[in-house]
């Protein structure tokens, strides 16, 4: 899934061994995934598909100088704050449960699809289970900490 800010850029699913790179589309403040092969069209996840990166990824807000690292190089994709219409909702679980958007990666960032989700039975984690908003906004107040 692509999320709505990426509506107007060209996009393609996933697959199983697909190569992606972290993009800016557009140089836009829209980030996401694009091929390796094509940097101009959009991959779009399926909530639970699992990435891992080449090296652990580095993101943070466009005008801080300094990255922050992620826990591990290996993530799946979700969706958050579905419930808030217009927000960027396409975001990372790492193994130690932190959260980070798609479009706070910072461009550049090569990784690989290892697994795609089953279909049947899945929450929007992708793990099966079904997350409270609460517990959302409890989650993501670590990551919105500068």
């Given at each position: 899934?692509?999320?709505?800010?990426?509506?107007?850029?060209?996009?393609?699913?996933?697959?199983?061994?697909?190569?992606?790179?972290?993009?800016?589309?557009?140089?836009?403040?829209?980030?996401?995934?694009?091929?390796?092969?094509?940097?101009?069209?959009?991959?779009?996840?399926?909530?639970?598909?699992?990435?891992?990166?080449?090296?652990?990824?580095?993101?943070?807000?466009?005008?801080?100088?300094w990255p922050r690292l992620a826990p591990s190089a290996s993530a799946r994709?979700?969706?958050?704050?579905?419930?808030?219409?217009?927000?960027?909702?396409?975001?990372?679980?790492?193994?130690?449960?932190?959260?980070?958007?798609?479009?706070?990666l910072n461009p550049g960032q090569r990784a690989t699809v290892l697994q795609?989700?089953?279909?049947?039975?899945?929450?929007?984690?992708?793990?099966?289970?079904?997350?409270?908003?609460?517990?959302?906004?409890?989650?993501?107040?670590?990551?919105?900490?500068?």
């Amino acid at each position: 899934m692509c999320d709505y800010s990426l509506e107007r850029i060209a996009s393609r699913p996933a697959v199983k061994g697909d190569r992606l790179i972290t993009s800016n589309f557009a140089q836009g403040p829209t980030g996401g995934f694009a091929a390796e092969s094509d940097p101009n069209t959009a991959v779009c996840l399926l909530p639970g598909t699992e990435l891992v990166f080449q090296s652990i990824p580095q993101y943070g807000r466009r005008w801080l100088f300094w990255p922050r690292l992620a826990p591990s190089a290996s993530a799946r994709f979700r969706q958050i704050n579905q419930h808030i219409r217009h927000c960027h909702h396409d975001a990372l679980e790492f193994v130690d449960g932190t959260i980070v958007l798609l479009s706070r990666l910072n461009p550049g960032q090569r990784a690989t699809v290892l697994q795609l989700p089953k279909t049947a039975g899945m929450g929007q984690s992708g793990t099966g289970k079904q997350r409270h908003p609460q517990q959302e906004q409890k989650r993501q107040a670590e990551f919105d900490r500068p």
